[in-house]
């Protein structure tokens, strides 16, 4: 029988009950995180999507970002979604004046880089590592980052494989780490959430 883990989903802001039932779907038991002392309950943390400066300065503003670090540094799993990947990048282009990250992943993504809202949009991605990898993910992105530059301990395993936006980086995978450009927690597909779950089983 497979463990059932605890993952806690970060929620000082942002989306966090789409992750939450995602879990559910996953085989996971999901639980919010807004302390440290919650934090060093869970055996990994969801990052989720919201606006990564704000994410930044509640974190601080909650004396989080310091023991988020050291979780991260000890090897706890992370996940971060759209504005998580943000979060967990150790380069940020477009960053606003002293924003700071959790890092962890060597790369360097842009902010808001497919645009704003009204430029919202859905496309298929290949992801690799998921259950039936041949079946397309719908990806939704909404003011999403994508990936500048992967370092060589950062695994790439999404890319828009068509489109104005083809061959741009929106999934990455490191040791315990993992982030995605894109909302796999806003449709009815767990695959992506399943890959983290079992990432953390196998940690």
Do not use: Y
């Amino acid at each position: 029988m497979q463990s059932v883990p605890t993952i806690g989903v970060l929620a000082i802001q942002g989306g966090v009950r789409e992750h939450l039932h995602a879990l559910e779907l996953s085989g996971a038991r999901g639980t919010l995180v807004k302390t440290r002392m919650q934090l060093d309950e869970v055996a990994a943390l969801i990052i989720p999507g919201g606006e990564s400066s704000t994410m930044d300065k509640l974190a601080r503003t909650f004396g989080l970002m310091e023991p988020l670090r050291e979780a991260r540094a000890g090897g706890l799993p992370m996940f971060g979604s759209c504005a998580g990947m943000i979060m967990l990048a150790d380069r940020i282009s477009g960053a606003i004046a002293d924003q700071e990250s959790i890092g962890g992943l060597d790369i360097t993504v842009e902010r808001n880089a497919f645009g704003g809202q009204t430029h919202s949009f859905e496309t298929g991605i290949v992801i690799k590592g998921i259950r039936d990898p041949e079946q397309e993910f719908e990806g939704v992105f909404i003011r999403a980052p994508w990936v500048i530059t992967a370092g060589e301990s950062t695994d790439v395993i999404a890319e828009i494989s068509s489109g104005p936006h083809e061959g741009r980086i929106v999934g990455v995978r490191s040791d315990t780490l993992m982030a995605t450009s894109f909302h796999p927690e806003l449709t009815a597909d767990p695959r992506v959430h399943e890959l983290f779950v079992e990432m953390v089983r196998n940690s």
